[in-house]
């Protein structure tokens, strides 16, 4: 029943935003749904912990919740309601048009949270579609000639790895209906997969991870992500790079459990293989780029590698390495584009000259970069640095050596890219010694980067045990 | 049952004329020179998509195929081209040539060859639960016309076509759909189609304002978002 309202919020939020057109009205709307969607995600969460299956179920085969759709579940909630916060600030400045906004923005995290719930991989196909649908129209809300390209890119390739990933779905349900399959949901196909014919499973799994691959931002169809990353509003960049990577990355995760049980498939091979690539060439176009929303984009493509990679490289330690990566992206990602953001509305400009100096120009939008860049290059101790760090020891574990290798290296090399930026950014002299601003930072702008740098800092040395065995219970949902 | 056999002999010849003729819509929306005629022949792409719907639906008879191929005919036959001509101003709809980055010989040949690989690519498939009947018409084509939609999407430069390239890929996924996975829950199919209409409507909105905006619906022209080295 939960899980039902759950669904339900946001799409009471969009309608409400529509029809009533006074000022404001949207942003209080949606940060109350925000709010409710978290604290319903955190009891839903209880749920699945305290039951004995750890399932929580509402409608049996349809809308059921586990502990990798919890922290799906949770981290869109949190980034949720982190983004309607940040809106509030953001759309004071913009040139009207709040309801259209509102609109799109409840519609997008409907479309989001309702992944993790769904159990036939069908309509999850339908929601992932929709994820893209609803936030075409966030990415051009800005109208200019660049946030209209960066919409058009999105719009055209995702959408066809989306049809290419609806072909991978179809074969799947043939295959799981030769296997005689009896409830067709996720767990159902891992009951299933040993009878399913291995040579329909390859073709679905490498579908589906090529079209859905597309929408993740893996590399070679990774060239909308940056751009439909960098030209959305910052709130919107935040839920795009923070949490609808990982939504669809999540989709692919869930069908790894299912193939692996196929050795003949090489799926893990494939996995390495497509996430190597991804982190390399994200590295070396991070050194290159001029733009420092682009940064924190082609950040995302390395992290969804890193975790693509770990997945393939599986056991134990290195899925609970999956889970804090997600988990660590997700929170720290959605910090750095509202650190961003921040200089954004300070600045009046995106590109990495001509900002230097923040620290003292504008202290706390500078820590808040600094911390985000540290944060997100994975420097010690915060989350991502655990993660990495477990994903490289069970890379050894298992003697992969060479993937461990260029892992490291690729790492490194964005590290240095991702600070020599932020640093010149936030310390580098300042030559043209303006010290006016376009505006001053709205309040609730820096109270969304203050309750964003919470997790941010502390999880790195401190994880609640509850979050804890929710991330032991969801690693183990991806099998030995 | 033998009785049947003569039946439903003529209805799979019907579904593989209705399959070549789906092979032959998707060619035209490869080659065709003007926007108008990229559409019609989608129209005629998706009216096959139907009848093969309709054919595999007959025997054994099956109530969820037809209502598939009911769904498909009132969405993509009718609905969907009166919001694209009504959405988009006639400046969208000019009779006039629209360049292609591929000649149209060339495209020609390259669909041919990606139909042949589209063949070749399933021939694996059927062997692996030795497939007979509509499957082995089905599966091929929409592969191909899968192949064929993302081709293009790659070569077409203007923004209607490429729209009309991404819902061929959905009609090829379709058209494979039909005969592998006839038992869909209906509410699947029915968000399948809510689905493809919210996609027209959003695309038709975004053509709009790229049009108003830029002046131009050339969407292949636009290139102000890349990578540059520092100078």
Known sequence: MILIVLMIIPLIAAILSALIDRPRFGAVITLTGAIGILVLSVCSIMGVISSPGHVLVSIPGWIALDAFGGLILFLVAFVNMTASLFSVGYMDFSKGGSRRYYLNFNLFTFSMLVVPLLQEPNIVWIAVELTTLFSVLLVGFENTHEALEAAWKYVVLTLMGAAIALLGFLILYWAARHARIESYTWSGLLLAAPQMSPTLLEAAFIFILVGFGAKVGLVPLHTWLPDAHSQAPSPVCALLSGVETTVVLYVILRLLPVVKLVPSLHADMWLVSFGLVSVGAAAFLLLQVRDYKRLFAFSTVEHMGIILTAAGIGGGLAHTGVMLQIMGHALTKSFCFYAAGSVLLLMGTRDIASVRGLIKRAPATGVALLLGGLAIAGAPPFVLFMSEFSILRAGLHRGEYFTVGLLVLFIAIAFFAIMNHVSRMVFGSDETGENSFSMPLPMSCKFTLAVAAVPVAVLGLYIPGVLYKLLILAASTMGG | ?231
Not at chain 2, 96 to 120: K, W
Not at chain 2, 208 to 215: D, E, L, M, N, T
């Open chain 2, 1 to 231: 049952m033998a009785m049947f056999t003569g039946v439903t002999d003529l209805v799979s010849n019907l579904n593989a004329l209705a399959g070549g003729l789906f092979i032959v819509a998707t060619f035209g929306i490869v080659v065709a020179r003007q926007v108008r005629a990229c559409l019609r022949f989608f129209i005629l792409q998706s009216f096959f998509l139907a009848v093969s719907a309709f054919l595999l639906g007959m025997s054994p008879f099956s109530a969820h195929l037809m209502a598939v191929g009911a769904i498909n005919l009132v969405a993509k036959v009718w609905i969907l081209p009166w919001i694209l001509l009504h959405m988009l101003s006639d400046e969208v709809y000019t009779r006039r040539e629209i360049d292609q980055v591929v000649s149209i010989p060339a495209s020609l040949i390259i669909a041919l060859v990606l139909t042949i690989v589209a063949c070749f690519f399933s021939l694996p498939w059927l062997r692996a639960v030795s497939a007979t009947g509509a499957p082995c018409v089905n599966i091929p084509i929409g592969l191909a016309g899968l192949f064929l939609g993302t081709y293009t999407l790659t070569a077409r430069r203007e923004a209607i076509p490429q729209l009309l390239g991404l819902l061929a890929m959905e009609n090829g996924a379709f058209f494979a759909g039909i005969a592998i996975a006839p038992d869909l829950p209906l509410i699947a199919e029915l968000a399948l189609v809510f689905d493809l209409l919210i996609l027209i409507f959003v695309v038709a909105i975004l053509t709009r304002r790229v049009h108003k905006r830029i002046g131009t619906t050339t969407v292949g022209m636009l290139a102000k978002l890349r990578e540059e080295p520092y100078k």
